[in-house]
């Protein structure tokens, strides 16, 4: 079994991370890491101790610590597609425990939460032994989503415009993930002006899907426009097959449920 | 290895555990201190059956390393009823025929306890989601979530009166 280490500081934390490497696992919540990470590893290191439980509202956005609950996120942030997020991720004792900043290391197709950072353009913070580092939480992805610190905090902006999310799952509450969606649309003058579309369980990781963006910007939200961006974004994913669904499936329920939160924000 | 004392108070009591080891808090529950409401369902999170409340919010114990919620204190089943005599919530369940193997009774009372804290007056959707954590096979769910809006019919009257 692993031996337990209890950090008392980011510094000690970041320090533990270099020395140990692959060998250590890090427990927020406990939910993701204790059953996929700390029975593979020599070291697990618990940082519910360092608190990074904040959630600080400002008139350019919001700044969550990495260690904000699932409970949390639905009490006290007035974010109806994070809220949304939050809600489908288990059942209420796990809500209580899983983090925001573990539902961004989370296995596929798990990672609701993230998918709405995504389409937020959110930046992630690491502390590491070189002391912070913030990146977009796409780049992030993208380079293979190797921590070298702590995650510490994720920020973003206010929403560009309309934001959405929705879940494709088997049932209505703690339903696994077969595929999610989040859209954020902002309109100027009946035209989309920004685009930014994550979608969920279609890969290793949440993704951004800078084609199915393209085919929205500068078009007016309509059926057409809805349709080539749901093509596009089926298209780009990559999706897995497991005992819940497919990869046939999965594949085209990233366009359906895509259209349908398009529609959504088309709808007003 | 290095290990330490985790202190706890389970139920009201004092205690302490030496672990240097990831060691979940069911294990010390269920292993150490016999607390044998706290069941070893799934051991993945998946289940309920090991819930419990630490410091007033319901968790997984299968899934929390007991170094966790050192200094916390957590009420099992056990603590639930600490007169060992029928609970009005226990009493439900038997009226509406809400327990059949019993496996998952256990987590669900904690469960319901845990909704009721936060929600006197539970609508049934809000009671199905709260139990939502909570497998049971034998039931169909339907008995228990009946057994809730009973006990909170209940509540209300008494509250009424």
Same mark, same amino acid.
């Given at each position: 079994?692993?031996?337990?280490?209890?950090?008392?500081?980011?510094?000690?934390?970041?320090?533990?991370?270099?020395?140990?490497?692959?060998?250590?696992?890090?427990?927020?919540?406990?939910?993701?890491?204790?059953?996929?990470?700390?029975?593979?590893?020599?070291?697990?290191?618990?940082?519910?101790?360092?608190?990074?439980?904040?959630?600080?509202?400002?008139?350019?956005?919001?700044?969550?610590?990495?260690?904000?609950?699932?409970?949390?996120?639905?009490?006290?942030?007035?974010?109806?597609?994070?809220?949304?997020?939050?809600?489908?991720?288990?059942?209420?004792?796990?809500?209580?425990?899983?983090?925001?900043?573990?539902?961004?290391?989370?296995?596929?197709?798990?990672?609701?939460?993230?998918?709405?950072?995504?389409?937020?353009?959110?930046?992630?913070?690491?502390?590491?032994?070189?002391?912070?580092?913030?990146?977009?939480?796409?780049?992030?992805?993208?380079?293979?989503?190797?921590?070298?610190?702590?995650?510490?905090?994720?920020?973003?902006?206010?929403?560009?415009?309309?934001?959405?999310?929705?879940?494709?799952?088997?049932?209505?509450?703690?339903?696994?993930?077969?595929?999610?969606?989040?859209?954020?649309?902002?309109?100027?003058?009946?035209?989309?002006?920004?685009?930014?579309?994550?979608?969920?369980?279609?890969?290793?990781?949440?993704?951004?899907?800078?084609?199915?963006?393209?085919?929205?910007?500068?078009?007016?939200?309509?059926?057409?426009?809805?349709?080539?961006?749901?093509?596009?974004?089926?298209?780009?994913?990559?999706?897995?097959?497991?005992?819940?669904?497919?990869?046939?499936?999965?594949?085209?329920?990233?366009?359906?449920?895509?259209?349908?939160?398009?529609?959504?924000?088309?709808?007003? | 290895?290095?290990?330490?004392?985790?202190?706890?108070?389970?139920?009201?009591?004092?205690?302490?555990?030496?672990?240097? *080891?990831?060691?979940?808090?069911?294990?010390?529950?269920?292993?150490?201190?016999?607390?044998?409401?706290?069941?070893?369902?799934?051991?993945?999170?998946?289940?309920?059956?090991?819930?419990?409340?630490?410091?007033?919010?319901?968790?997984?114990?299968?899934?929390?390393?007991?170094?966790?919620?050192?200094?916390?204190?957590?009420?099992?089943?056990?603590?639930?009823?600490?007169?060992?005599?029928?609970?009005?919530?226990?009493?439900? /369940?038997?009226?509406?025929?809400?327990?059949?193997?019993? /496996?998952?009774?256990?987590?669900?009372?904690?469960?319901?306890?845990?909704?009721?804290?936060?929600?006197?007056?539970?609508?049934?959707?809000?009671?199905?989601?709260?139990?939502?954590?909570?497998?049971?096979?034998?039931?169909?769910?339907?008995?228990?979530?009946?057994?809730?809006?009973?006990?909170? *019919?209940?509540?209300?009257?008494?509250?009424?009166?």
């Amino acid at each position: 079994m692993a031996e337990y280490l209890r950090p008392s500081s980011l510094e000690e934390a970041a320090g533990m991370i270099a020395a140990h490497g692959s060998t250590l696992a890090i427990v927020a919540g406990g939910t993701s890491a204790m059953r996929f990470a700390v029975p593979y590893v020599a070291y697990a290191m618990g940082v519910r101790g360092l608190g990074m439980n904040e959630i600080e509202r400002s008139s350019g956005g919001l700044s969550l610590g990495a260690g904000v609950t699932m409970r949390q996120i639905r009490d006290s942030l007035p974010i109806p597609a994070l809220q949304d997020a939050a809600r489908g991720v288990g059942g209420p004792a796990l809500q209580n425990m899983a983090t925001i900043g573990g539902n961004i290391f989370a296995h596929p197709p798990n990672g609701d939460v993230a998918t709405v950072l995504l389409a937020m353009d959110a930046t992630v913070t690491f502390f590491t032994t070189n002391g912070e580092r913030t990146q977009k939480l796409e780049e992030f992805y993208d380079s293979g989503a190797q921590a070298d610190g702590l995650l510490t905090r994720i920020d973003c902006a206010a929403p560009g415009g309309e934001l959405v999310f929705l879940k494709c799952g088997r049932q209505r509450f703690n339903s696994r993930t077969v595929i999610s969606v989040a859209a954020c649309i902002g309109l100027d003058n009946g035209k989309v002006g920004n685009a930014c579309i994550a979608v969920g369980g279609a890969g290793a990781h949440p993704m951004r899907c800078a084609a199915a963006e393209q085919a929205l910007i500068g078009r007016a939200l309509d059926d057409a426009a809805i349709t080539a961006a749901g093509d596009e974004a089926a298209r780009a994913s990559s999706p897995g097959t497991d005992a819940v669904a497919s990869e046939w499936y999965r594949r085209r329920m990233v366009a359906t449920y895509l259209c349908r939160a398009l529609r959504q924000i088309a709808a007003g | 290895m290095a290990s330490g004392i985790v202190s706890i108070k389970v139920n009201g009591r004092a205690e302490e555990v030496v672990t240097g *080891a990831v060691t979940t808090l069911q294990d010390v529950l269920r292993n150490n201190l016999d607390y044998t409401s706290v069941k070893d369902g799934c051991s993945q999170g998946g289940c309920g059956a090991c819930s419990v409340i630490v410091d007033g919010e319901l968790r997984l114990s299968c899934l929390t390393p007991v170094q966790e919620v050192d200094g916390s204190e957590v009420v099992t089943l056990e603590g639930l009823n600490l007169s060992n005599s029928i609970t009005a919530l226990q009493q439900k /369940f038997i009226e509406k025929y809400a327990a059949q193997c019993g /496996f998952c009774t256990p987590g669900m009372m904690v469960a319901i306890t845990a909704l009721l804290d936060r929600n006197a007056n539970p609508s049934r959707d809000e009671i199905a989601e709260a139990l939502a954590g909570n497998i049971c096979r034998c039931t169909g769910y339907l008995p228990i979530i009946e057994a809730v809006e009973s006990i909170v *019919a209940e509540m209300a009257g008494i509250a009424g009166d």
